[in-house]
Protein backbone atom coordinates (compact mmCIF):
# COMPACT_ATOMS: atom_id res chain seq x y z
CA UNK A 1 0.00 0.00 0.00
CA UNK A 2 2.58 2.19 0.91
CA UNK A 3 4.24 1.59 -2.64
CA UNK A 4 1.51 2.24 -4.25
CA UNK A 5 1.12 5.68 -2.32
CA UNK A 6 4.22 6.61 -3.58
CA UNK A 7 4.24 5.81 -6.84
CA UNK A 8 0.73 8.07 -6.81
CA UNK A 9 2.85 11.21 -5.28
CA UNK A 10 5.50 10.50 -7.83
CA UNK A 11 3.16 10.57 -10.98
CA UNK A 12 1.37 13.31 -9.18
CA UNK A 13 4.12 15.40 -9.03
CA UNK A 14 5.38 14.53 -12.90
CA UNK A 15 2.03 15.88 -14.15
CA UNK A 16 1.92 18.62 -11.99
CA UNK A 17 5.67 19.14 -13.35
CA UNK A 18 4.50 19.00 -17.09
CA UNK A 19 1.77 21.59 -16.70
CA UNK A 20 3.85 23.95 -14.74
CA UNK A 21 6.95 23.92 -16.08
CA UNK A 22 7.32 21.75 -19.75
CA UNK A 23 3.77 23.19 -20.71
CA UNK A 24 4.87 26.63 -20.28
CA UNK A 25 8.06 26.00 -22.21
CA UNK A 26 6.47 24.25 -25.09
CA UNK A 27 3.30 26.74 -25.72
CA UNK A 28 5.36 30.27 -25.19
CA UNK A 29 7.69 28.88 -27.97
CA UNK A 30 4.50 28.56 -30.59
CA UNK A 31 3.45 31.73 -29.32
CA UNK A 32 4.87 32.96 -32.69
CA UNK A 33 2.28 31.37 -34.76
CA UNK A 34 -0.39 33.24 -33.15
CA UNK A 35 -2.41 32.10 -29.84
CA UNK A 36 -6.15 31.46 -32.30
CA UNK A 37 -4.38 28.84 -34.31
CA UNK A 38 -2.39 26.88 -30.96
CA UNK A 39 -5.57 26.66 -29.01
CA UNK A 40 -7.15 25.19 -32.25
CA UNK A 41 -4.24 22.95 -32.67
CA UNK A 42 -4.33 21.65 -28.73
CA UNK A 43 -8.47 21.63 -29.53
CA UNK A 44 -7.66 19.06 -32.63
CA UNK A 45 -4.71 17.17 -31.33
CA UNK A 46 -6.14 16.43 -28.31
CA UNK A 47 -9.14 14.53 -29.17
CA UNK A 48 -6.98 12.82 -32.12
CA UNK A 49 -4.34 11.72 -28.98
CA UNK A 50 -7.27 10.66 -27.32
CA UNK A 51 -9.19 9.09 -29.52
CA UNK A 52 -5.42 6.77 -30.03
CA UNK A 53 -5.03 5.85 -26.56
CA UNK A 54 -9.23 5.23 -26.61
CA UNK A 55 -7.89 2.14 -29.01
CA UNK A 56 -4.76 1.15 -27.37
CA UNK A 57 -6.85 0.41 -24.06
CA UNK A 58 -9.84 -0.80 -25.38
CA UNK A 59 -12.19 1.68 -23.88
CA UNK A 60 -14.99 2.28 -26.96
CA UNK A 61 -17.13 0.25 -24.42
CA UNK A 62 -16.83 2.58 -21.94
CA UNK A 63 -16.96 5.83 -24.65
CA UNK A 64 -20.73 3.95 -25.46
CA UNK A 65 -21.56 3.54 -22.18
CA UNK A 66 -21.13 7.11 -21.29
CA UNK A 67 -22.90 8.45 -24.97
CA UNK A 68 -26.03 6.58 -24.04
CA UNK A 69 -27.13 8.84 -21.14
CA UNK A 70 -28.36 12.20 -21.84
CA UNK A 71 -27.10 13.61 -18.35
CA UNK A 72 -23.66 12.99 -19.34
CA UNK A 73 -23.92 14.35 -23.06
CA UNK A 74 -24.90 17.31 -21.58
CA UNK A 75 -22.75 18.03 -18.83
CA UNK A 76 -19.92 16.92 -20.69
CA UNK A 77 -20.73 20.18 -23.36
CA UNK A 78 -20.96 22.05 -21.20
CA UNK A 79 -18.06 21.05 -19.32
CA UNK A 80 -15.96 21.13 -23.00
CA UNK A 81 -17.31 24.60 -23.22
CA UNK A 82 -15.42 25.24 -19.72
CA UNK A 83 -12.28 23.90 -21.01
CA UNK A 84 -12.33 25.25 -24.15
CA UNK A 85 -12.12 28.62 -22.61
CA UNK A 86 -9.35 27.55 -19.68
CA UNK A 87 -7.02 26.76 -22.76
CA UNK A 88 -7.79 29.36 -24.73
CA UNK A 89 -7.45 31.63 -21.83
CA UNK A 90 -4.52 30.02 -20.60
CA UNK A 91 -2.75 30.47 -23.89
CA UNK A 92 -3.73 33.67 -24.85
CA UNK A 93 -1.91 34.53 -20.97
CA UNK A 94 1.10 32.47 -22.23
CA UNK A 95 1.40 34.19 -25.52
CA UNK A 96 0.87 37.95 -23.95
CA UNK A 97 3.31 37.95 -21.14
CA UNK A 98 0.28 37.51 -18.69
CA UNK A 99 1.97 33.92 -17.18
CA UNK A 100 1.76 35.32 -13.65
CA UNK A 101 -1.83 36.39 -14.12
CA UNK A 102 -2.56 32.47 -15.19
CA UNK A 103 -0.76 31.62 -11.92
CA UNK A 104 -3.01 33.24 -10.21
CA UNK A 105 -5.90 31.55 -11.56
CA UNK A 106 -4.56 28.47 -10.65
CA UNK A 107 -3.46 29.44 -6.78
CA UNK A 108 -7.05 30.30 -6.31
CA UNK A 109 -8.53 27.43 -8.05
CA UNK A 110 -8.77 24.45 -4.96
CA UNK A 111 -9.83 26.85 -2.72
CA UNK A 112 -12.28 27.82 -5.21
CA UNK A 113 -13.72 24.41 -5.61
CA UNK A 114 -13.87 24.06 -1.89
CA UNK A 115 -16.40 27.14 -1.71
CA UNK A 116 -18.54 25.14 -4.75
CA UNK A 117 -18.11 22.19 -3.17
CA UNK A 118 -19.86 23.57 -0.02
CA UNK A 119 -22.44 25.10 -2.27
CA UNK A 120 -23.62 22.40 -4.73
CA UNK A 121 -22.63 19.11 -2.51
CA UNK A 122 -22.95 20.63 0.95
CA UNK A 123 -19.57 19.45 2.07
CA UNK A 124 -18.45 20.74 5.30
CA UNK A 125 -16.17 23.79 5.77
CA UNK A 126 -14.05 24.19 8.78
CA UNK A 127 -12.66 27.51 10.20
CA UNK A 128 -9.39 26.98 8.58
CA UNK A 129 -10.84 26.63 4.93
CA UNK A 130 -13.48 29.59 5.79
CA UNK A 131 -10.87 31.56 6.32
CA UNK A 132 -8.69 30.27 3.59
CA UNK A 133 -11.90 31.24 0.89
CA UNK A 134 -12.39 35.06 3.00
CA UNK A 135 -8.33 35.62 2.07
CA UNK A 136 -8.87 34.46 -1.35
CA UNK A 137 -11.98 36.86 -1.79
CA UNK A 138 -9.85 39.59 -0.19
CA UNK A 139 -6.90 39.24 -2.88
CA UNK A 140 -9.43 39.37 -5.80
CA UNK A 141 -10.88 42.69 -4.64
CA UNK A 142 -7.10 43.86 -4.20
CA UNK A 143 -6.75 43.03 -7.59
CA UNK A 144 -9.65 44.57 -8.54
CA UNK A 145 -9.46 47.64 -6.66
CA UNK A 146 -5.94 48.78 -7.49
CA UNK A 147 -6.61 47.28 -11.33
CA UNK A 148 -9.63 49.67 -11.96
CA UNK A 149 -8.28 50.45 -15.91
CA UNK A 150 -7.25 46.78 -16.59
CA UNK A 151 -9.53 43.98 -14.86
CA UNK A 152 -7.36 40.93 -13.89
CA UNK A 153 -9.39 38.53 -15.66
CA UNK A 154 -7.31 36.40 -17.30
CA UNK A 155 -6.72 35.15 -13.70
CA UNK A 156 -10.11 35.22 -12.83
CA UNK A 157 -11.30 33.34 -16.22
CA UNK A 158 -8.34 30.52 -15.44
CA UNK A 159 -9.59 30.16 -12.23
CA UNK A 160 -13.44 29.89 -11.88
CA UNK A 161 -13.32 28.50 -15.76
CA UNK A 162 -11.31 25.55 -14.60
CA UNK A 163 -13.10 25.29 -10.80
CA UNK A 164 -16.52 24.88 -12.63
CA UNK A 165 -15.38 22.19 -15.23
CA UNK A 166 -14.06 20.10 -11.58
CA UNK A 167 -17.91 20.92 -10.57
CA UNK A 168 -19.69 19.65 -13.50
CA UNK A 169 -17.01 16.66 -13.75
CA UNK A 170 -17.98 15.78 -10.15
CA UNK A 171 -21.63 15.83 -10.60
CA UNK A 172 -21.34 13.25 -14.00
CA UNK A 173 -18.65 11.63 -11.98
CA UNK A 174 -17.51 9.67 -15.75
CA UNK A 175 -13.77 8.46 -16.95
CA UNK A 176 -11.24 11.25 -16.77
CA UNK A 177 -9.88 10.59 -20.26
CA UNK A 178 -12.82 9.60 -22.02
CA UNK A 179 -14.63 12.59 -20.81
CA UNK A 180 -12.35 14.81 -22.32
CA UNK A 181 -12.27 13.16 -25.59
CA UNK A 182 -16.06 13.75 -25.65
CA UNK A 183 -15.81 17.07 -24.92
CA UNK A 184 -12.60 17.62 -27.34
CA UNK A 185 -15.14 15.36 -29.90
CA UNK A 186 -17.83 18.33 -29.08
CA UNK A 187 -15.06 20.95 -29.96
CA UNK A 188 -13.45 19.58 -32.83
CA UNK A 189 -15.99 20.75 -35.65
CA UNK A 190 -15.88 24.03 -34.28
CA UNK A 191 -11.77 23.56 -34.55
CA UNK A 192 -11.78 22.28 -37.90
CA UNK A 193 -13.67 25.47 -39.15
CA UNK A 194 -11.76 27.84 -37.76
CA UNK A 195 -8.49 26.23 -39.10
CA UNK A 196 -10.32 26.43 -42.34
CA UNK A 197 -10.92 29.46 -42.18
CA UNK A 198 -7.08 30.17 -41.34
CA UNK A 199 -6.00 28.07 -44.15
CA UNK A 200 -8.18 30.12 -46.13
CA UNK A 201 -6.76 33.91 -45.66
CA UNK A 202 -3.34 31.82 -45.81
CA UNK A 203 -2.11 32.96 -42.18
CA UNK A 204 -1.85 29.10 -40.91
CA UNK A 205 1.75 27.90 -39.71
CA UNK A 206 0.76 24.61 -39.74
CA UNK A 207 1.45 23.36 -43.44
CA UNK A 208 3.23 20.19 -45.14
CA UNK A 209 6.02 22.45 -46.39
CA UNK A 210 7.31 23.05 -42.85
CA UNK A 211 7.18 19.17 -41.60
CA UNK A 212 9.72 20.03 -38.61
CA UNK A 213 6.91 23.02 -36.97
CA UNK A 214 3.83 20.77 -38.16
CA UNK A 215 5.22 18.05 -36.41
CA UNK A 216 6.04 19.98 -33.32
CA UNK A 217 2.55 21.99 -33.45
CA UNK A 218 0.96 18.69 -33.37
CA UNK A 219 2.51 17.43 -29.86
CA UNK A 220 0.10 20.23 -28.49
CA UNK A 221 -2.31 16.88 -27.96
CA UNK A 222 -0.05 14.91 -26.30
CA UNK A 223 1.39 17.71 -24.31
CA UNK A 224 -2.39 18.31 -22.98
CA UNK A 225 -3.14 14.69 -22.73
CA UNK A 226 0.05 13.11 -21.21
CA UNK A 227 0.18 15.37 -17.76
CA UNK A 228 -3.57 14.63 -17.49
CA UNK A 229 -2.74 10.77 -17.19
CA UNK A 230 -0.11 11.51 -15.01
CA UNK A 231 -1.96 13.41 -12.90
CA UNK A 232 -5.23 11.34 -12.24
CA UNK A 233 -3.25 7.82 -12.10
CA UNK A 234 -1.36 9.70 -8.77
CA UNK A 235 -4.55 10.86 -7.82
CA UNK A 236 -5.88 7.09 -7.83
CA UNK A 237 -2.87 5.88 -5.97
CA UNK A 238 -2.44 8.83 -3.50
CA UNK A 239 -6.08 10.30 -2.99
CA UNK A 240 -7.09 13.59 -3.38
CA UNK A 241 -5.78 14.99 -0.53
CA UNK A 242 -2.04 14.53 -0.94
CA UNK A 243 -2.63 15.28 -4.78
CA UNK A 244 -4.00 18.80 -4.39
CA UNK A 245 -1.27 19.56 -2.15
CA UNK A 246 0.93 18.57 -4.90
CA UNK A 247 -0.73 20.91 -7.79
CA UNK A 248 0.47 23.36 -5.84
CA UNK A 249 4.01 22.59 -8.08
CA UNK A 250 1.92 23.73 -11.46
CA UNK A 251 0.96 26.99 -10.49
CA UNK A 252 4.28 28.14 -8.71
CA UNK A 253 6.26 26.98 -11.33
CA UNK A 254 4.21 28.94 -13.49
CA UNK A 255 5.06 32.28 -11.21
CA UNK A 256 8.63 31.46 -11.04
CA UNK A 257 8.99 31.26 -14.83
CA UNK A 258 7.10 34.08 -15.61
CA UNK A 259 8.96 36.16 -12.95
CA UNK A 260 12.03 35.13 -13.09
CA UNK A 261 12.72 33.47 -16.86
CA UNK A 262 9.96 36.11 -19.08
CA UNK A 263 10.65 39.19 -16.74
CA UNK A 264 6.77 40.00 -16.27
CA UNK A 265 5.53 42.55 -14.42
CA UNK A 266 5.06 41.97 -11.25
CA UNK A 267 3.55 45.15 -9.26
CA UNK A 268 2.98 45.86 -5.63
CA UNK A 269 -0.83 45.44 -6.09
CA UNK A 270 -0.18 41.80 -7.38
CA UNK A 271 2.68 41.21 -4.77
CA UNK A 272 0.07 42.03 -1.85
CA UNK A 273 -2.82 39.80 -3.22
CA UNK A 274 -0.35 36.94 -3.74
CA UNK A 275 0.43 37.09 0.13
CA UNK A 276 -2.81 36.83 0.71
CA UNK A 277 -2.93 33.73 -1.73
CA UNK A 278 -0.20 32.10 -0.19
CA UNK A 279 -1.27 32.36 3.17
CA UNK A 280 -4.46 31.21 1.81
CA UNK A 281 -2.68 28.27 0.50
CA UNK A 282 -0.31 27.59 3.60
CA UNK A 283 -3.43 27.40 5.97
CA UNK A 284 -5.79 25.39 3.47
CA UNK A 285 -2.86 22.67 2.82
CA UNK A 286 -2.08 22.35 6.75
CA UNK A 287 -5.85 21.71 6.88
CA UNK A 288 -5.90 18.74 4.36
CA UNK A 289 -2.54 17.43 5.98
CA UNK A 290 -4.55 17.35 9.61
CA UNK A 291 -7.48 15.98 7.86
CA UNK A 292 -6.14 13.42 5.69
Partial sequence: MNQQFNKGLILTSLGSFWWGFIGVIYFKYLDFIGYIEVVIHRCVWTAMTLIITTFLFSKWNIFFSIISSKKNLVGLFFSGLLIFINWGVWIYAVATERIIDASFGYFIMPILSVFLGYIFFREKLNKKRIFSIILVMISIIILLFFNLKSLPWVGLVVGFSWGFYNLIRKKINVDTDIGLLIESLFILPFALFA???????????????????????????????????????????????PAGMIFYITPTLQFLLGYFYYNEVFSLAKLLSFIFIWIAVIIYLKDLYETN
Avoid at 201 to 215: H, R
Avoid at 220 to 225: F, L, N
Fill in 195 to 241: FYLIYKSGTNDFSFNNPKLSLFILLAGPMTVIPLFLYVRGVELSGLG
